[in-house]
T-cell receptor, first 117, second 114 residues
């Protein structure tokens, strides 16, 4: 199973600033995913990050607001730009890996709890 | 499209009560089905999974059976404990370009009282 380290684990930021969240995986993976979990809500996929290509964003999310880097097969960053209080959420990094059955399951980092004031 | 629908919470039970959290899905093909759990202040972790019809996933006393005829994957536990208080997410994976994508239900918060 994949082990995912995410940092920072939490931060309190001023509105208008940007925060970059790092995600490190202990094995090489093709796709990495970034999710947002707003207070009391489920997970919403922000984008899928493949190494060597631009991230693919879901409806409602744009690269200018959430730029993503994927410089190699074990690392990715998500930046939350020009933050507002509405960006206060938990941001989660995830990978899908084949399980013993050949299907996949998702592994998650511990998340970054962001509060924008 | 592909989606997951689970019962709204919160669900409040007394210790040792029987738990059922309903989950139904819409998907093309044969997705894998999962239950994830999020304990207070923690990230998500896989609770159990099933990869084909009639499979039963089980872990920590929780069970769920992949029912293709009813497109359901209901979570059950015979006797809940206070430590089971958490948010439970039903999910499925579907093929995506170059891999798979996970789709989550809205989550169901469970409170277990002593």
């Amino acid at each position: 199973s994949a082990v995912i380290s995410q940092k920072p684990s939490r931060d309190i930021c001023q509105r208008g600033t940007s925060l970059t969240i790092q995600c490190q995986v202990d094995s090489q993976v093709t796709m990495m995913f970034w999710y947002r979990q707003q207070p009391g809500q489920s997970l919403t996929l922000i984008a899928t990050a493949n190494q060597g290509s631009e991230a693919t964003y879901e409806s409602g999310f744009v690269i200018d607001k959430f730029p993503i880097s994927r410089p190699n097969l074990t690392f990715s960053t998500l930046t939350v730009s020009n933050m507002s209080p509405e960006d206060s959420s938990i941001y989660l990094c995830s990978v899908d890996e084949p399980s013993n059955s050949g299907r996949t399951e998702a592994f998650f980092g511990q998340g970054t709890r962001l509060t924008v004031v | 499209g592909n989606s997951v629908t689970q019962m709204e919470g919160p669900v409040t039970l007394s210790e040792e009560a029987f738990l059922t959290i309903n989950c139904t899905y819409t998907a093309t093909g044969y997705p894998s089905l999962f239950w994830y759990v999020q304990y207070p202040g923690e990230g998500l972790q896989l609770l159990l999974k099933a990869t084909k019809a009639d499979d039963k996933g089980s872990n920590k006393g929780f069970e769920a059976t992949y029912r293709k005829e009813t497109t359901s994957f209901h979570l059950e536990k015979g006797s809940v404990q206070v430590s089971d208080s958490a948010v439970y997410f039903c999910a499925l994976t579907k093929p995506n370009t170059g891999g798979f994508k996970t789709i989550f239900g809205a989550g169901t918060r469970l409170f277990v009282k002593a």
